[in-house]
């Protein structure tokens, strides 16, 4: 194995040297300020990129990932960078995104030891035991599908719960939170229909959106 990370440099000039030669403001311009309406709080997973999935330049979208894109208000790291992107940046849009196929959320399903994630992914067990009779008759293959969305609608709710967006809210800032999932089979995102603008649609958003996920029979007793 090699240790020389010269290609990496090698790529990072070339890359300078295109965006120069098809906009010689580009740094510039970049280096003056940042300017997002966006805030994507996304997952870890390297074959998410937000600025290429969303076709949007560097500066034009803030950034938050971590394992299976969890937002808990127990997470100052979270809290911290969507207090930021609202209270200084402005963002106008607050954009959860999950991806099928997630790792996280397949361990979750599965029981999977991971290690140390193991604790964070508890969260998203949380989830999956809280709708359990709307994920325990589906095959397979669609519960995954399932709990990846239903775990981008309960960060939604989460997001939109947290005091930083209440607060904004209340003094009549523009901000609304959205839930999508990406697709890693044709790149293509998926609006779960959960946007929040005010605190008034929260819970009737959520409500409807888990309407789209009928219960199962009952579940017997253990």
């Known amino acids: 194995m090699t240790t020389s990370l010269q290609h990496l440099f090698d790529n990072n000039r070339a890359w300078a040297e ?7 403001a580009y740094f510039t311009r970049l280096a003056s300020q940042q300017n997002p309406k966006y805030l994507w709080i996304g997952c870890s997973d390297s074959r998410v990129p937000a600025n ?34 609202v209270d200084f940046l402005k963002v106008e849009h607050i954009l959860v995104v999950g991806h099928y196929g997630c790792g996280g959320v397949l ?11 193991d604790n964070w992914l508890r ?5 999956k035991v809280r709708h359990r009779r709307r994920l325990d008759h589906l ?9 990846c969305e239903m775990n981008v609608i309960e960060q939604v709710g989460n997001v939109a719960l947290s ?4 607060d904004a809210w209340a003094r009549g800032q523009k901000v609304s939170v959205h839930g999508w999932c990406y697709g890693l089979k044709d790149g293509l995102a998926k609006d ?26 009952i579940i017997p007793a253990a």
Request: net charge negative; proline share 6%.
């Open 123 to 127: 969260h998203v067990h949380d989830v």
């Open 52 to 85: 290429q999935i969303t076709g949007l330049d560097p500066g034009e979208v803030f950034v938050h990932r971590n394992v299976a894109n969890v937002v808990v208000h127990s997470d100052l790291n979270a809290l911290s960078v969507i207090q930021y992107a």
């Open 18 to 24: 295109r965006m120069v030669s098809e906009n010689p």
């Open 192 to 217: 779960l229909g959960v946007s929040m603008s005010r605190p008034s649609e929260v819970m009737e958003v959520f409500r409807n959106a888990l309407k789209r996920y009928p219960r199962g029979g």
């Open 163 to 166: 005091n930083v967006i209440q």
């Open 107 to 117: 361990a979750t399903l599965r029981g999977a030891r991971v290690g140390l994630a």
């Open 139 to 147: 095959p397979v293959p669609e519960q995954e599908d399932v709990l």
